[in-house]
């Protein structure tokens, strides 16, 4: 029974703690354009390429796993057999451009190789519904799901019924726990995450000269994809800025717990110099906090992750943002259907891959934003721009 409680409360925390961030968002398929150019073509510097799985183990770069001629071979001619292998897409949720564009990423692979995509569902940051979008993607009885979890530990039986049934999966972001490689589940993707969060330390250490007192603002509960950032972020800190001393690691699930923590260490920390959200979203609380508590972007510094536009716009207005760490999410999507097909055919992949995120600043972020985003930059983005081209 306490168990059973324990995983409801996880479940419960973790479905508020994202919905927050996308409440209201149209649920619709967000229009994308070709991009201007691959981003690994991109002169931006990269974020440190650090990456753990929840077990200990480190990543291979995604560079490394490609189809082999004989692979593309066979795919192609089950693909014109007239019985196409067969995969279902079922993602936590699909109102956001990132999530959008890794489902589009993992789309337009499987499709170029002769895949029929049986269905995309999303839950919108509901467990509950996402483990009964599995359910019925078995049901399909497709050769492939690549799923993106809402939960690790509340979703396990769940995915491991799809091995039970024959069908091989891979995740992305979130690995659920229990579940065994390479007889359950068949490739983990996710970015660097911890190299991206040690990229943001090491430019907070940068801007601050090297010393004073920042903060972290982390979710309530164990994230793995967060929480590795957390652990980057503090690594930092720790090798590169001994004199940079973390006073606090506040905790928040919803929007406005964010921006209550926020207000919070302004109140207890008068000399506070810097504030490392987990993600763009709590960092722009920690923005509208840091306005209302008197600060500057000349006295204050605030690095975080995930490229979206109003972050962008945030650091390219030269505001509180000063580094934005972030990944390529039609690459991550990408390389989960590569990780896939390569199951489908009974070849050996692997178990953890991370795609290299980019460290974004106001001299950069337009470039990089229309690349990552496959979206125009707006017109107020690109105008902005220009005083530091």
């Given at each position: 029974?306490?168990?059973?409680?324990?995983?409801?409360?996880?479940?419960?925390?973790?479905?508020?703690?994202?919905?927050?961030?996308?409440?209201?968002?149209?649920?619709?398929?967000?229009?994308?354009?070709?991009?201007?150019?691959?981003?690994?073509?991109?002169?931006?510097?990269?974020?440190?390429?650090?990456?753990?799985?929840?077990?200990?183990?480190?990543?291979?770069?995604?560079?490394?796993?490609?189809?082999?001629?004989?692979?593309?071979?066979?795919?192609?001619?089950?693909?014109?057999?007239?019985?196409?292998?067969?995969?279902?897409?079922?993602?936590?949720?699909?109102?956001?451009?990132?999530?959008?564009?890794?489902?589009?990423?993992?789309?337009?692979?499987?499709?170029?190789?002769?895949?029929?995509?049986?269905?995309?569902?999303?839950?919108?940051?509901?467990?509950?519904?996402?483990?009964?979008?599995?359910?019925?993607?078995?049901?399909?009885?497709?050769?492939?799901?690549?799923?993106?979890?809402?939960?690790?530990?509340?979703?396990?039986?769940?995915?491991?019924?799809?091995?039970?049934?024959?069908?091989?999966?891979?995740?992305?972001?979130?690995?659920?726990?229990?579940?065994?490689?390479?007889?359950?589940?068949?490739?983990?993707?996710?970015?660097?995450?911890?190299?991206?969060?040690?990229?943001?330390?090491?430019?907070?250490?940068?801007?601050?000269?090297?010393?004073?007192?920042?903060?972290?603002?982390?979710?309530?509960?164990?994230?793995?994809?967060?929480?590795?950032?957390?652990?980057?972020?503090?690594?930092?800190?720790?090798?590169?800025?001994?004199?940079?001393?973390?006073?606090?690691?506040?905790?928040?699930?919803?929007?406005?717990?964010?921006?209550?923590?926020?207000?919070?260490?302004?109140?207890?920390?008068?000399?506070?110099?810097?504030?490392?959200?987990?993600?763009?979203?709590?960092?722009?609380?920690?923005?509208?906090?840091?306005?209302?508590?008197?600060?500057?972007?000349?006295?204050?510094?605030?690095?975080?992750?995930?490229?979206?536009?109003?972050g962008a716009m945030e650091l390219v207005n030269d505001g509180f943002f000063k580094e934005i760490s972030a990944s390529d999410p039609y690459i991550m999507g990408e390389t989960a259907a590569i990780l896939g097909m390569?199951?489908?055919?009974?070849?050996?992949?692997?178990?953890?891959?991370?795609?290299?995120?980019?460290?974004?600043?106001?001299?950069?972020?337009?470039?990089?934003?229309?690349?990552?985003?496959?979206?125009?930059?707006?017109?107020?983005?690109?105008?902005?721009?220009?005083?530091?081209?």
């Amino acid at each position: 029974m306490r168990k059973l409680i324990t995983v409801i409360t996880v479940v419960m925390m973790v479905s508020l703690a994202f919905s927050f961030a996308f409440a209201g968002a149209e649920k619709e398929t967000i229009k994308t354009e070709e991009p201007t150019m691959s981003s690994e073509a991109l002169d931006i510097p990269r974020c440190k390429a650090l990456a753990v799985d929840p077990f200990g183990q480190p990543s291979v770069n995604y560079t490394e796993v490609k189809l082999t001629a004989d692979e593309i071979k066979a795919l192609e001619k089950k693909a014109k057999s007239g019985t196409p292998y067969t995969a279902v897409l079922a993602w936590h949720m699909l109102q956001s451009q990132f999530n959008s564009l890794q489902a589009l990423g993992a789309q337009d692979t499987l499709k170029k190789y002769g895949f029929k995509i049986l269905s995309v569902s999303e839950a919108d940051w509901k467990p509950e519904i996402h483990i009964q979008n599995l359910q019925t993607s078995i049901e399909m009885k497709p050769d492939l799901i690549i799923s993106v979890p809402v939960a690790e530990k509340a979703e396990v039986e769940a995915h491991k019924k799809i091995g039970e049934a024959g069908i091989k999966l891979v995740t992305i972001d979130l690995y659920p726990y229990g579940l065994k490689y390479p007889d359950e589940i068949q490739g983990f993707v996710t970015t660097t995450e911890r190299g991206n969060g040690y990229t943001a330390g090491k430019y907070m250490g940068e801007y601050l000269g090297g010393k004073g007192k920042v903060a972290v603002m982390k979710l309530s509960f164990y994230h793995y994809c967060t929480e590795e950032r957390v652990i980057g972020f503090k690594q930092a800190m720790k090798e590169l800025y001994p004199n940079i001393e973390v006073v606090a690691e506040v905790e928040f699930s919803t929007r406005e717990e964010a921006r209550r923590v926020a207000d919070a260490l302004f109140a207890k920390y008068k000399d506070l110099d810097g504030i490392f959200p987990i993600y763009d979203v709590p960092g722009l609380e920690a923005v509208g906090a840091a306005r209302d508590a008197g600060r500057t972007p000349k006295d204050f510094i605030i690095t975080t992750t995930d490229l979206n536009e109003a972050g962008a716009m945030e650091l390219v207005n030269d505001g509180f943002f000063k580094e934005i760490s972030a990944s390529d999410p039609y690459i991550m999507g990408e390389t989960a259907a590569i990780l896939g097909m390569k199951a489908v055919l009974g070849k050996p992949g692997q178990p953890f891959v991370s795609v290299q995120g980019f460290a974004f600043t106001k001299e950069n972020v337009v470039e990089g934003y229309k690349v990552l985003n496959r979206q125009k930059a707006s017109a107020e983005m690109e105008e902005a721009a220009k005083k530091w081209q």
